[in-house]
């Protein structure tokens, strides 16, 4: 099983800054199958990145996610207010589909 | 468009049981698989397992295994989660989600509450 470490646990930005947060496995994983999610207060979360670097529907391009080797990033380049949420990534290449234990990028 | 449509929240007591269901429109269902995401309150998101509704394929997370039952009816587009005994400690919101592409479709969760 592919254990994921999320780092920070929390950012503290202000809105109009970059926000830059790694996961990384412990287990060789594809890149292909790596997902960063994100989920606000009583809301289910919602798909941003998927294959490491590609953005899902509807998502707005200052979210973008890289890999290297077993470290993923996913950065924000400018923060919108709306962005202050808990962000997950995912890897979703071989059962089970293990979830980083998530980063909370919250206002300064 | 697709949508997960889960079942309404449930209150039940220890030692029942107890099975919710998802159930997918808007697309191919048979074609997808479907997951199910544990959330304890205020915690982070656990994989359970997966299904796919072609063939009933099923996968455990080990954490998971023999605990709960993953299971499905392709011929009304629905996935279900079951327990046979419930405890306290599944007191949890429950998603089930549609995998393609990472998971793209959630549903809207549903809050289970075990209490005596």
């Known amino acids: 099983e592919s254990v994921l470490t999320q780092s920070p646990g929390t950012l503290s930005l202000s809105p109009g800054e970059r926000a830059t947060l790694s996961c990384r496995a412990s287990?060789?994983?594809?890149?292909?199958?790596l997902a960063w999610y994100q989920q606000k207060p009583g809301q289910a979360p919602r798909l941003l990145i998927y294959g490491a670097s590609r953005r899902a529907t509807g998502i707005p391009d200052r979210f973008s996610g890289s890999a290297s080797g077993t470290d993923f990033t996913l950065t924000i380049s400018r923060l919108e207010p709306e962005d202050f949420a808990v962000y997950y990534c995912?890897?979703?290449?071989?059962?089970?589909?293990?979830f980083g234990p998530g980063t909370k990028v919250d206002i300064k | 468009e697709v949508q997960l449509v889960q079942s309404g929240a449930e209150v039940k007591k220890p030692g029942e049981a107890l099975k919710i269901s998802c159930k997918g429109s808007g697309y191919s269902f048979t074609t997808y698989w479907i997951a199910w995401v544990r959330q304890m309150p205020g915690k982070g998101l656990e994989w359970m397992g997966i299904?796919?509704?072609?063939?009933?394929?099923?996968r455990y997370s080990p954490s998971f295994q023999g605990q709960v039952t993953i299971s499905g009816d392709k011929s009304i587009s629905t996935a279900y989660l079951q327990w046979s005994s419930l405890k306290a400690s599944d007191s949890a919101m429950y998603y089930c989600?549609?995998?393609?592409?990472?998971?793209?479709?959630w549903g809207q969760g549903t809050l289970v509450t075990v209490s005596s």
């Open positions: 287990l060789s994983i594809s890149s292909s199958y």
């Open positions: 995912q890897q979703y290449g071989i059962s089970p589909h293990t």
């Open positions: 299904i796919y509704l072609g063939d009933s394929d099923t």
């Open positions: 989600a549609r995998q393609h592409s990472g998971y793209d479709h």
